[in-house]
Nanobody
Framework: QVQLVESGGGLVQAGDSLRLSCAAS????????MGWFRQAPGKEREIVAG????????YYAESVKGRFTISRDNAKNTVTLQMNSLKPEDTAAYYC?????????????????WGQGTQVTVSS
């Protein structure tokens, strides 16, 4: 079992940066693949970025490639999403998610562990 708590959301202007953090508790963190998902009003939850359990492989949605970076620190039980060059279309609730396998999946339903979410709003 893994408990997740996100932090770092806020209101920024287009072009600004934000850093989201996810603190995990539970011994399973280091053996869990992690992902950041987002959900805008009226839209389905979508994966933004994923990282495997060892931090050696990452996945990015096409819309954020080159702007967002996911990383993890298994010693500190944290996963981070650095978001640069933010755009108004990045506005959404962002969720940290984990799954008890080493491999990333892009489907939200494959992740049993979820944080409460943090809001990111990008003004134009």
């Amino acid at each position: 079992q893994v408990q997740l708590v996100e932090s770092g959301g806020g209101l920024v202007q287009a072009g600004d940066s934000l850093r989201l953090s996810c603190a995990a508790s539970g011994r399973a963190f280091s053996s869990s693949a992690m992902g950041w998902f987002r959900q805008a009003p009226g839209k389905e939850r979508e994966i933004v970025a994923g990282i495997n359990s060892r931090g050696t492989f990452t996945y990015y949605a096409e819309s954020v490639k080159g702007r967002f970076t996911i990383s993890r620190d298994n010693a500190k039980n944290t996963v981070t999403l650095q978001m640069n060059s933010l755009k108004p279309e990045d506005t959404a609730a962002y969720y940290c998610a984990g799954r008890p396998t080493t491999v990333i999946d892009t489907i939200a339903s494959e992740y049993p562990y979820w944080g409460q979410g943090t809001q990111v709003t990008v003004s134009s």
